[in-house]
């Protein structure tokens, strides 16, 4: 079974200052990684995902997200936020193998970016 | 192009009534997922449908909850003798999942809300 862990329930940080949201997932088979975005009373939108290669993954809006097989991880960064960032952000791994494409996402973390 | 919709945007009904959500996928994706999202557990997925295919029910919670898929496009998430544990929003998302491309982008509509009463 696959699992993903969402570090910080809520992350604050200023304006213009750098972000790291975590994430760490478990799987016993090869996954793919993803992040999404919710703003508020909206559906999700993918921010980024890794499927193969360069385990440096860029996205929309200035995020990129680093692949670290050895420690499980998938951590989403943004050297400068916006007040438009803010919204809640969602890690999901699917299944390479499998024929659904399912995505198991973790409890999601809250980016309060304040002014 | 037009998104992934979904209808109502909110429900409200009482405790043991049936209610039905619909979606509307991107048009020529056939892949359609079902999924929930509420306080306690979080993003959940519910059901998958890829074209003529049997879909895959493994995430339907009880079986007071059922969906169908008709033509290959729009598809009803129908929950029987609501209760208000079902209380959450129900996503809908499509892709492309054209056969042999790993990895698919889902595309997410904005939700139904449904308050069970």
């Known amino acids: 079974a696959q699992s993903v862990t969402q570090l910080d329930s809520q992350v604050p940080v200023f304006e213009e200052a750098p972000v790291e949201l975590r994430c760490n997932y478990s799987s016993s088979v090869s996954v793919y990684l993803f992040w999404y975005v919710q703003y508020p009373n909206q559906g999700l939108q993918l921010l980024l995902k890794?499927?193969?290669?360069?385990?440096l993954v860029k996205g929309i809006n200035g995020f990129e997200a680093e692949f670290n097989k050895s420690q499980t991880s998938f951590h989403l960064r943004k050297p400068s936020v916006h007040i438009s960032d803010t919204a809640e952000y969602f890690c999901?791994?699917?299944?390479?193998?499998?024929?659904?494409?399912?995505?198991?996402f973790g409890q999601g973390t809250t980016l309060q970016v304040k002014p | 192009g037009a998104g992934v919709s979904q209808s109502p945007s909110n429900k409200v009904t009482e405790k043991g009534k049936d209610v039905e959500l619909r979606c509307d996928p991107i048009?020529?994706?056939?892949?359609l997922y079902w999924y929930r999202q509420s306080l306690g557990q979080g993003l959940e997925f519910l059901i998958y449908?890829?074209?003529?295919?049997?879909?895959?029910k493994s995430g339907l919670p009880s079986d007071r909850f059922s969906a169908e898929r008709t033509g290959g496009s729009v598809s009803t998430l129908t929950i029987q003798r609501t209760q208000q544990e079902d209380s959450a929003v129900y996503l809908c998302?499509?892709?492309?999942?054209?056969?042999?491309?790993?990895?698919?982008?889902?595309?997410f509509g904005p939700g139904t809300r449904l308050l069970v009463l």
């Open positions: 998302a499509s892709s492309l999942k054209a056969s042999g491309r790993p990895g698919e982008t889902q595309y």
């Open positions: 999901a791994v699917s299944v390479r193998s499998g024929n659904t494409g399912k995505l198991i």
């Open positions: 048009s020529g994706h056939t892949a």
């Open positions: 449908f890829q074209g003529n295919s049997a879909p895959d």
């Open positions: 890794y499927l193969s290669g360069s385990t």
